[in-house]
């Protein structure tokens, strides 16, 4: 693993916008299930997916079934998790509130959830029940009324179970067998079968990700996400092999994803370097760790942590380790990180699967200006003026002073209109 | 003004996604701007709008200037709206909170201000400095570092002092005197001259909506905005002279405006579209509101009040007035409004210039997923995970049966690096 000195160093990439096939195959398929419903699902269901379904919707059977072919831990495990992401999500909930003024002015904010929100769910061998938990969870906390769930059909017409007994356990019960493209087109028209939402989140493939980026505005979406990052801000202090390991869990989940260790230790750096050679052989997704290690792995070594801190900041991760002494006390030099874990015992796979916080994080230098998935991605805010007699009396004159100023005579009118009868 | 019955009634309109060669001519620009900073800034200025500036950035000169040119009643209006939207806002800031746990385990989110935020304000006979202050104070608010504002120079290379002035007001030094993509891709990826920013928020033409909708993921934008819109949910009490001259206040924006009284009364009904008829020709804007009434106006007669809230969460308006009796009563019934307008002195352009509240809401059915401009759009949020080791040993098991769940064994493994130690 190359070990660079460089403080320019950035990891950046750009976004992948697809090619303008994708665009249109992207654009088609959206239009034709505007247009056709169900049916079109049903056809591109066939084409992509293999399979030919007459209902989409999966039946409270299957989702019985589901968890009895999980391994008790497994489910024992889940069932923690949500609870833990329940606990932490529920701390985030915020009220609607109100100011008064003697003048008898009532301004506030109201907050509601959003009232029905689509979730995908990647099918075959990407199917994560952690990420079911982490996208429902936050939506129900914030109270929205329907969660919608597609996921893609393996040829035979069936749901991977572990995607099933997340959804069951974190109290989701409409899930439709359809993925790509067409499934955001059902969920942003509304089909016979589906009912249309007001936001669609989850990751999913290129096409997926064309088509949320199509239907943003029609119907609300969360950030594109990139490939997975970590960055490991460590000194002296830090065991090899902790850093090691943490580094690959991140390099193991694609070819793209980026593991960079920053550190003030040159001695740190090399015994680093030696630990990821040797813990890579061990891995069974040894060849996608190991080419994300090669194309977007470094190691990069600074003067002092300070400058360390800078590094992290421009690169601004997805995961932030500070493997450090005091991390508590260095942790207010983070500016940009999704996610920061302090600490040896903070490995990074604490909350991508445990802790309670959320696992869905900005990518690609998104940490600077974006946020985690939270109950606020769930809820609405409409602001409310209850503007009294009395201080339209007092500043009636100054807002039509205002609004002749923009040249809007028909908005100092409706203020006039009032004052006349004042 | 047609007044029909029919509760299927809608007002949304497909979002312009602008023209191929629109597209693809922002492209052009945008890619410029990366390749040539300045340079390439300074020629599109030229092109667009007839001026060649060497430097962009508005002196200290010009500001101080600037506030002179206004009427001092203006002047006044303005500086009372900020201090209002000041307090307004300064009750959303959120801290950073954390929870611990006996076990020892730490969690929380850190909430900090984005860096810096570029503000787009549009020039020419829509510069509207109450603009400046909505988008400018809830950033400032925020705590974000420095908020810099690009608008596009008149022919003589001066700006309108009016978005000087409220620049001013608002505490905004950095002013750069440029418009339409080109602006867009300076703030994006930085030039010379105009530092990048975090995100970029600020209405504009077709140009500036494109352009804002190609960087978006390399900065943050806010919604694109549509035309504006306002719904009038009235019954019998209401005064036909208010009902329709707030009607008339949004259809002086723009002809695509949409101005929608949903009534129980057909009295009021039939005494608005009398009112807006005589109201209309009095309007300076009168061509403008006509046409905005004629093509996107409409007086919705329901049944009651209740189909009345119906028809209003089915539009999920910009605006909202509740001119019925007991609003606050009411006013749970509302699902879908950007901003709510109680009783008859909350005429709606107390919102768009002073009561402090933000005027720049969600358009176009929005409002069913978005909020307005808020302290919220200018901070991110980072969580923070300290666990504990007796967390970790108790957990770690559970964690790492999850991991492997999902066939990812490097997870497994960082797990049980630690393990092994404890």
Not at 80 to 92: G, S, T, W
Not at 250 to 268: R, W
Not at 270 to 288: D, G, K, N, T
Request: proline share 4%; hydrophobic share 45%.
């Amino acid at each position: 693993m190359k070990i660079v000195s460089s403080t320019n160093f950035d990891t950046r990439r750009s976004i992948d916008s697809g090619t303008e096939t994708q665009v249109s195959a992207v654009q088609e398929i959206l239009l034709r299930v505007k247009e056709e419903g169900d049916e079109a699902v049903r056809v591109y269901t066939e084409r992509f997916d293999r399979v030919r379904l007459e209902q989409f919707r999966v039946t409270e059977e299957e989702i019985a079934q589901a968890a009895g072919q999980l391994d008790p831990l497994v489910l024992e495990a889940l069932n923690e998790a949500a609870q833990n992401i329940r606990d932490f999500h529920a701390r985030q909930v915020r009220q609607s509130w109100f100011t008064t003024k003697e003048s008898g002015t009532l301004l506030g904010q109201i907050i509601r959830p959003l009232k029905r929100v689509g979730l995908y769910v990647p099918g075959g061998s990407a199917a994560y029940p952690s990420s079911v938990l982490m996208n429902a969870i936050p939506a129900q906390i914030a109270g929205v009324a329907e969660i919608i769930i597609v996921t893609p059909p393996s040829q035979d017409g069936t749901i991977n179970p572990a995607i099933l007994a997340a959804a069951q356990i974190a109290g989701v019960k409409q899930i439709y067998k359809m993925g790509g493209a067409q499934a955001i087109g059902a969920l942003t028209y509304g089909t016979k079968q589906v009912p249309a939402v007001d936001k669609i989140v989850g990751p999913g493939n290129i096409y997926v990700a064309l088509a949320k980026r199509e239907v943003y505005g029609l119907v609300d979406i969360d950030m594109v996400a990139g490939p997975s990052e970590i960055v490991v801000l460590a000194d002296e202090t830090a065991k090899p092999r902790y850093v090691a390991a943490d580094m690959l869990s991140q390099a193991e989940h694609d070819p793209l994803a980026s593991a960079v260790l920053v550190t003030n230790s040159k001695k740190l750096a090399e015994q680093v370097a030696i630990e990821i050679e040797r813990q890579v052989a061990l891995l069974p997704r040894r060849e996608i760790a190991e080419a994300s290690i090669r194309n977007h792995g470094a190691i990069c070594l600074v003067d002092d942590l300070d400058a360390g801190f800078n590094v992290v900041n421009r690169l601004a991760p997805e995961h932030l380790e500070l493997l450090i002494e005091n991390p508590f006390e260095q942790m207010g030099k983070v500016e940009n990180a999704g996610a920061i874990f302090l600490g040896e015992y903070s490995s990074e796979p604490v909350g991508d699967y445990f802790a309670g916080t959320n696992h869905v994080l900005p990518t690609n230098g998104a940490a600077r200006f974006a946020s985690g998935l939270s109950v606020d991605e769930f809820v609405k805010k409409s602001s409310v003026v209850s503007y009294s007699k009395q201080d339209l009396a007092r500043n009636g004159k100054k807002i039509m002073a205002l609004a002749e100023q923009e040249g809007l005579s028909a908005h100092a009118r409706a203020i006039e209109e009032r004052l006349k009868d004042l």
